[in-house]
């Protein structure tokens, strides 16, 4: 009987159950313990597995560069960074309402952290989230625009729940290469929230994107449902590199 109780959980895709209900049955006769509570004891097990699983799944496809939590970041040494305003977007009301979230400040002063560990948060939550660079993103659209899959490319980018481009200046485009990253985001508008961190001030990108026709209709549709934070400060690399020297 057993094993064909533990042969049944496995056909329905509940290993947790087919390895503990037998531990646990006994456990449950030792304690006296109602079936029902035996049984939301046993389920609760594999609810929790079963999370544990998907987010290790999510965590893989997001390729996030570190994991860090807004607990890790340091606020008082960054003060232009609203505290309770980060706490709000940690509730992921920007998801459900398809509202961007701008980071604009120089390198090195917490934009990406921010912007990971509000992609942490999603994927805790079930979240589908992809992190990837504007100028990597640009590369990837050109491979598969070369390969005749541009509209394939485009669409496995719109689909995220949350995504996030990182370093938007770093590097000037071309109108061409300016174009693939201006259909990825008209493709989210209104559709999917873009967290996005930049080193340039809004006014910058037209050269940015060497056309400023492509660059006002991508900052239309950005801005128009967005949270904009404009972070300040020194470089936290640098300020470690001059505690060394």
């Known amino acids: 009987m057993n094993k064909r109780l533990e042969a049944m959980c496995r056909t329905l895709n509940l290993p947790v159950t087919a390895d503990r209900w037998s ?3 006994q456990q449950a ?7 029902s509570t035996f049984l939301y004891n046993l389920l609760e097990e594999e609810v929790a597995a079963k999370h544990a699983r998907s987010v290790q799944t999510l965590l893989k496809f997001a390729r996030l560069p570190f994991r860090k939590t807004l607990d890790d970041f340091d606020f008082p040494a960054q003060p232009s960074v609203d505290h309770r305003r980060m706490q709000e977007c940690a509730t992921l009301s920007f998801i459900e309402a398809n509202e961007n979230l701008i980071f604009l400040g120089p390198p090195g002063i917490g934009k990406t952290h921010l912007a990971v ?3 942490l948060e ?3 939550h079930g979240y589908k989230t992809y992190f990837v660079t504007a100028h990597e993103l640009v590369l990837q659209c050109q491979k598969a625009d070369a390969e005749g899959r541009l509209e394939k490319k485009i669409r496995s980018l719109v689909k995220p729940s949350v995504l996030i481009i990182d370093e938007m200046g770093y590097m000037k485009l071309d109108p061409g290469s ?3 990253l201006f259909q990825v985001i ?3 508008y209104e559709r999917g929230p873009i967290l996005l961190m930049s080193n340039k001030a809004f006014g910058e990108w037209g050269e940015i994107m060497g056309d400023s026709i492509i660059a006002t209709a991508m900052l239309d549709r950005l801005l128009h449902h967005s949270h904009i934070f404009n972070m300040k400060g020194e470089s936290y690399r640098m300020k470690e590199k001059q505690k060394e020297d």
């Open 23 to 25: 531990a646990m049955a």
């Open 29 to 35: 006769s030792t304690d006296n313990i109602a079936y």
């Open 117 to 119: 560990s509000l992609g």
């Open 122 to 124: 999603a994927i805790a």
């Open 178 to 180: 300016a174009h693939y």
């Open 186 to 188: 008209a493709r989210r």
